[in-house]
């Protein structure tokens, strides 16, 4: 039994002289952690690597140009190196795991963006390409070559015979001067021959009368271009008068085609953008032309303007009232940046990129785009040519640097969210000082924001401290991060007084020890 009890105090003995070891190790390790009075472990001489810059990992939104003491913390700057994970956000990833989520990659490349516009128009005359026969005098049609609307003429086609009274009476002047003789008759003749012009007769039927030496009363009307016939005014027997339109000829040549542009898409349509038709009456065939003129007119009822396109009509395939699929091209001569549609991802208020980088790196880039089509995507800001983005696998990619937490996310998480919504986190400990609209507070360990013991600076509540709250004592302490990187106090209170240990491990700060009675 004495045996026993002599085993059981050297084993006490033992553990205890072992457990001072270990507490005395972990002192020693915590002051070369963090040394009396705050001051910064110094940066390792010759590691040959040059911070970027310092941040507070507790703001680390707040960059800084050089070392010092933390404006938010009672704690030192940490320097941040190139390629280290937090610096831009970026994420890497192995070639097997880049294999097994399948990912895709592209060049951004420089080219003229299509303008990737669809819509549909009807086929109509070129009001451009028209002519107009009409009687040059009174008269009578004897005879009716052409005699239905949309018959189609070829130029020089006859298309009335018409018998002209006036014209008798002209002629027979003209050669009874030529047969006089004399030496004024010369005059005589000019006149008479002013007098057939001003009857409507035509140079080459004056030159028919001085040819053949009889009269022609009778004149045969041609077409003077190919086409159709539009619109049909004469009819055999039919008294005209002078200047009486008789046919109406539309060319086919070329034709015009009226597409409806819709009103939020018509900044992309331009005169003299090229397009393409095609017609479900024509499979297969294509006809080319481009953009006349976009009328500035805006339809109340469709909300779409009126884009007037010339078409070549080799053929004349195309006729009037046709249905048409106008595709229109941008005829603009600048290049710009190009990448697939896919590549970009569309959160409501910002366009992202992931960006693919040498070692299996991969960094979401903010970018600004303009205009699309043809699946492809205007990058007007972000990006530059020859750099390699991500097509397909992108999302997970920006989850896994959105957890990283860049620099832009969190601002943005930040300026969106509401303080109200912000969590709160509980702390207590010793009002070291009270400013105007801060107070310093000697605070024990906060878990969860996972910070150790530490005096710091928070800013007051809106309605200020209460008045039972003074330096010196000790309380306990609800805070909420701010937009700015600080943290605000929502609630405070004063504690039973209880003794304060000295954390030599925690570089001399005070905070409050665990009161009696509450759980460890």
């Known amino acids: 039994m004495k045996n026993k009890n002599t085993f059981a105090a050297i084993a006490a003995i033992a553990i205890a002289a ?20 705050g001051d910064a ?59 097994n989520l399948g990912i895709r990659t592209a060049i951004v490349t420089a080219g003229r963006l299509p303008s990737g516009v669809v819509t549909v128009g009807s086929v109509a005359y070129n009001d451009r390409d028209v002519a107009l026969v009409q009687a040059r005098s009174n008269g009578f049609i004897e005879r009716l070559y052409v005699r239905a609307a949309l018959d189609t003429v070829k130029q020089g086609q006859p298309l009335a015979e018409l018998y002209v009274p006036d014209w008798i009476a002209a002629q027979e002047e003209f050669l009874a001067a030529r047969r006089m003789q004399g030496g004024d008759t010369a005059s005589l003749v000019d006149g008479a021959r002013q007098r057939m012009r001003l009857a409507g007769m035509t140079d080459g039927q004056i030159r028919l009368v001085e040819s053949s030496g009889k009269v022609h009363p009778r004149i045969t009307i041609s077409a003077p271009v190919s086409g159709v016939v539009a619109e049909l005014g004469a009819r055999e027997g039919m008294t005209v008068a002078s200047g009486a339109q008789l046919f109406r000829l539309n060319g086919l040549s070329t034709v015009w085609v009226n597409a409806d542009v819709p009103e939020n898409v018509a900044a992309k349509v331009h005169p003299g953008d090229a397009v393409e038709a095609r017609s479900p009456a024509l499979p297969g065939s294509v006809f080319k032309g481009k953009v006349g003129a976009v009328l500035p007119e805006v339809s109340a009822a469709t909300r779409t303007l009126k ?22 091209t941008s005829s603009r001569d600048t290049d710009v940046l190009l990448v697939p549609s896919e590549a970009v991802i569309q959160t409501g208020t910002r366009s992202v990129v992931v960006l693919a980088q040498d070692g299996g790196k991969f960094q979401p880039i903010d970018v600004e785009v303009g205009g699309e089509g043809n699946g492809l995507t205007e990058i007007r800001k972000g990006l530059t040519a020859g750099q390699k983005i991500v097509l397909s696998g992108q999302f997970l990619l920006d989850s896994e640097a959105s957890l990283k937490g860049t620099t832009t996310r969190m601002g943005d998480a930040q300026s969106s969210g509401s ?26 360990p906060i878990a969860t924001l996972q910070w150790r013991a530490m005096t710091m600076g928070f800013k007051t509540p809106p309605a200020g401290l209460p008045r039972n709250v003074d330096v010196g004592d000790r309380v306990a302490f609800d805070i909420k991060p701010r937009q700015d990187g600080t943290f605000e106090i929502v609630a405070i209170s004063p504690v039973a007084d209880a003794p304060v240990v000295n954390d030599k491990a925690m570089g001399g700060m005070k905070m409050p020890a665990v009161p009696t009675g509450a759980k460890k």
């Open 419 to 444: 303080p109200q919504d912000a969590p709160l986190h509980h702390g207590q400990g010793k009002v070291e000082r009270i400013d105007k609209d801060e107070v310093t507070i000697s605070h024990g």
């Open 18 to 37: 072992g457990g001072n070891g270990v507490y005395r190790l972990g002192v020693h390790q915590g002051m070369q952690t963090m040394p009396a009075g």
């Open 307 to 328: 884009a007037r396109i010339e078409l070549a009509n080799t053929g004349g395939q195309l006729v009037p009232g046709m249905f048409a699929t106008i595709t229109f």
């Open 41 to 99: 472990p110094p940066v390792a001489a010759g590691n040959g690597r040059q911070p970027l810059y310092w941040h507070d990992p507790m703001v680390p939104g707040q960059k800084f140009d050089k070392p010092g003491k933390s404006p938010f913390m009672d704690m030192q700057l940490v320097p941040v190196y190139a390629g280290a994970d937090s610096d831009d956000g970026s994420v890497i990833v192995s070639p097997r795991v880049q294999q």
